[in-house]
């Protein structure tokens, strides 16, 4: 099959997102090209590695057959049953959302935005202060059990150019109710303890324990908007890329390991997102100094098994590469390579996450001190005290399943 194409923007599309867009993008830390294309997510390498031989192989097939509890366990620390079974359990509630349509096409949370199983209410409620509302949504955010919230405007060039339907893998059209005008982005934390464990199967339980909860959170206050009388389609890795909505909702910056760091939590979230037409008011990107920080440490790439993450400054990506959006320079990812290496383990790899410098209990006055040095001009002291600690150690499996025994 041949790959899709990204786009068919023209250039005057280009210059209107850059006359629109172009403030804010500055705020954000984000540059766009010549070159942008929205990105088709049929190109995403978890959907090429079912329909494109290049990335499809027995490697792969495995990797998706041992969330079905069918791995190669073995002895290894990390990879036995009980590692596969925890890991597989967490995953439970996405897993019964994300197959509940499939069967017509969409697999909703990661190919097709979750289906509202509740009604736009008759009556809407009117909302006279935006920001008294995206402060209200926050809270109500937080209640269901997300640990960040931000609210962003729509742009339409983070959002899929066409979407994919999971019976043949085919582009499928996607769309959203009109007037949407707003993006509410949910963080949800990944357990510190278990993200100390990568790579391990064991560690895949903090990624798929995060997207459960968001599946259960987010379609818990879609239904709080649906039921003020507004439109709601809640989200996960569907429908849009999420990292563009999480900086410029003011949730954090993002970084050469390919992720938001936040200073609350790190690198250690996931994320969600819910398009609305609600009124809200729209927060500010945050630009601290992670990205001057990520300048001058390297500490991901090193670490990378795979070799898959940049060791120089931001670029745009190389027009043949598929798998990353073009016309966006970055820190950009060999996502092929990363992804051979997670079908390798039959398990994701966190390992970038790990080593990574802000991957620390921000609660901790200690830690909350190293912050402030690593985002002022003396990051590179906060470097030289990282690299000489045993922050990053990895923990090894068997010592949390015996801390969980109580030995």
């Known amino acids: 099959m041949p790959w899709p194409a990204n786009s068919g923007t023209t250039d005057s599309d280009r210059k209107s997102w850059r006359d629109r867009y172009g403030k804010s993008d500055a705020e954000a830390g984000i540059e766009t090209t010549e070159n942008f294309e929205p990105f088709s997510q049929r190109n995403d390498l978890f959907t090429r590695a079912f329909w494109d031989p290049e990335v499809r192989s027995k490697q792969t097939a495995a990797f998706f057959e041992s969330y079905r509890m069918k791995a190669s366990y073995r002895k290894g620390d990390g990879f036995r049953q009980k590692d596969f079974a925890l890991r597989n359990a967490s995953w439970l509630i996405s ?9 017509e096409g969409r697999r909703e949370g990661f190919q097709a935005p979750i289906a509202c199983d ?4 008759e009556v809407r409620e009117e909302i006279d202060d935006p920001a ?6 926050k809270r109500i955010a937080r209640f269901f059990g997300a640990d960040l919230a931000g609210v962003t405007e729509l742009d339409p060039r983070w959002l899929y150019a066409t979407r994919v339907d999971v019976r043949d893998f085919s582009e499928a059209e996607n769309t959203l109710p009109e007037g949407m005008s707003s993006v509410i982005v949910l963080g949800h934390q990944m357990d510190k303890e278990l993200v100390a464990t990568y790579p391990s199967a064991l560690a895949g339980a903090a990624t798929g324990r995060e997207y459960s909860h968001e599946a259960a959170i987010v379609i818990q206050l879609a239904a709080y908007i649906r039921n003020l009388g507004y439109e709601a389609v809640p989200s996960m890795n569907d429908t849009g890329l999420v990292i563009p909505y999480a900086v410029k909702a003011g949730l954090g910056e993002y970084a050469r390991n390919q992720m938001v760091i936040t200073p609350e939590f790190g690198p250690r979230l996931r994320f969600s997102k819910i398009f609305t037409n609600l009124p809200l008011a729209h927060d500010t990107p945050k630009r601290p100094g992670v990205a001057r920080f990520c300048d001058i440490c390297t500490a991901c790439a090193d670490a990378c098994p795979a070799k898959a993450l940049p060791l120089g400054p931001p670029e745009e990506s190389p027009l043949d590469d598929v798998s990353a959006i073009r016309g966006v320079r970055k820190w950009t990812s060999d996502a092929k390579a990363c992804f051979g290496y997670w079908a390798k383990l039959q398990s994701d790899c966190a390992i970038c996450m790990r080593v990574c410098p802000f991957n620390r209990d921000f609660e901790t006055w200690r830690d ?3 912050l402030r040095v690593a985002l002022s001009r003396f990051r590179k002291w906060a470097l030289w005290w990282d690299a000489r600690s045993d922050r990053a150690t990895r923990l090894k499996p068997k010592d949390w399943w015996n801390s ?3 030995r």
């Open 95 to 103: 897993d019964i959302i994300s197959n509940r349509s499939a069967t």
């Open 118 to 121: 509740t009604p736009v209410a």
């Open 132 to 137: 008294a509302m995206s402060a209200e949504i």
């Open 368 to 370: 909350r001190l190293w």
């Open 404 to 406: 969980a025994q109580g």
